[in-house]
């Protein structure tokens, strides 16, 4: 990997990462990935073939990053998308978290900014180095005061009276779980309205990555699920059976129907998470499932 504008003092460890003897700084492309795996990922791609989820995809934003504010660098823009991300919308529909300031220390914000300009670039030590500290406003946590009562009687709503679960993995529970619903790790920092709207009104902000697709066959059978590849030849859907259970359907394109425009997969605009109606939850319910959520953020 070519390395651009390292400090005269600075010494390659590996490839992926630089060490700064005379600050002492010691910068890992390898943990910012780690990071990004584990706190980001859920809703950005970075690898162009992939749907992105909430978030569009990262796959060559080292590279865009660059070009999105006239006269700032790529590295400080990643920065402040990521500590302050209200200062820029780089798409029109979804929120990106905030408060990952008072989760992530300064030194891992670096070595994510710098995992994050590799991406489809060559990352610039010396920008990385020189960002700020991130001014810790715990943005997350203002104003935010949860009951132990209300948190531990969201946690039993959620996995024994909603069972919630067997779609989502949350903490440790989580174990890969993401097949078929996003795991909620992180999902706290959303704020207490979009966690409401997204259990009340789950289809008005869908991950697109979990989006249902529907397709016909020549024989008559429709097919619901989730899209998990296509080529020119077949699709691969996620499919749930009457019982519940997940089934990996692979249907030829030419046994299919054309459903719209050329196409033989439509896409629904409803979300397969089921909506909750006030008379199945009542609104207590619902605001202590969502305290309990609130306190996944990590
Ligand atoms: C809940 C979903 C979600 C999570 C989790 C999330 N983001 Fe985002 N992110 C978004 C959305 C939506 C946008 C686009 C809207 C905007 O720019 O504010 C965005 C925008 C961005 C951008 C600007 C992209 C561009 O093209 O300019 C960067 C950089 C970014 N996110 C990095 C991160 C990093 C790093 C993490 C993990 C620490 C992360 N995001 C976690 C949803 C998310
Ligand atoms: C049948 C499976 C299923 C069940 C049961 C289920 N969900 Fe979901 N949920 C999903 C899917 C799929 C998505 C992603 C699509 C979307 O964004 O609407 C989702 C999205 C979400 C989101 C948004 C997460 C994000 O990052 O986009 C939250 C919050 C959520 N669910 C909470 C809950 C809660 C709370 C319950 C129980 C009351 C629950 N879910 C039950 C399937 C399910």
Redesign the pocket.
Known sequence: MAIGGILPLAIGVGSSAVWFPVTGERISIAHGSD??QH??K???SNDASRQD????S?AK?GQ??AT?VAGMSAEQ??WE??VF??R????E?????NG?DAI?SNRELKD?VAY?SSLGSSPNFRNVIGLADAPQTRQATDGLTLKLTNIENGRQLFTETFQCQSCHGWGEHFAGQDLAAPSLN??G??GRDWLTTSIRDPSKQIAKKYRSVQCLTEDGDTHVGRLLSQDDARIELLSQDASGKYHIRKLKRDELVEIRDGSEVLIRDTSPMPAWTSQQMSDSQLDDIVSFLLTLRD
């Open positions: 990071l990004f706190h980001c859920r809703c950005h989820g909430m978030g569009p990262l934003i865009v990053a999105r823009y990643l998308s990521i991300p209200d820029f919308k780089a798409v529909d979804g929120q990106m978290p990952y992530l994510l994050l992180g999902v920092l959303m």
